[in-house]
């Protein structure tokens, strides 16, 4: 069975740090991108970070850029988002994504064509 599990949520204060995993299993995706998305209480699921295959480029939703990076390790079939200066606006429910384009990340709606989610894992972030 081919998933994505998130893991890395947790509790944080506002200015804290986290950094977020999502680990895929029953095969690699080492020549897909990976997205992040973060869905906040009573709100649509809106775009994070995408990183294309062998982190050629990186794409960032404006709200998190400077403050997030997305990384990849494809050896470990493990990706990252690693969130720094948290604001309890970035509290959420976070997902990763794949897909075999990167462009489906950076073009509107971000979200177009992508095949796998994971369950997604929660942030919390208090003031």
């Known amino acids: 069975q081919v998933r994505l599990v998130e893991s890395g949520g947790g509790l944080v204060q506002a200015g804290g740090s986290l950094r977020l995993s999502c680990t895929a299993s029953g095969r690699t995706f080492d020549t897909y991108a990976v997205g992040w998305f973060r869905q906040a209480s009573g709100k649509e699921r809106e775009f994070v970070a995408a990183i294309s295959r062998a982190s050629l480029s990186t794409y960032y939703a404006d709200s998190v850029k400077g403050r997030f990076t997305i990384s990849r390790n494809d050896d470990e079939n493990t990706y990252y988002l690693q969130m720094n200066n948290l604001k309890p606006e970035d509290a959420a429910v976070y997902y990763c994504?794949?897909?075999?384009?990167?462009?489906?990340?950076?073009?509107?709606?971000?979200?177009?064509?992508?095949?796998?989610w994971g369950q997604g894992t929660l942030v919390t972030v208090s003031s």
């Open positions: 994504t794949t897909s075999q384009y990167y462009a489906n990340y950076v073009q509107t709606p971000h979200n177009r064509d992508l095949e796998l």
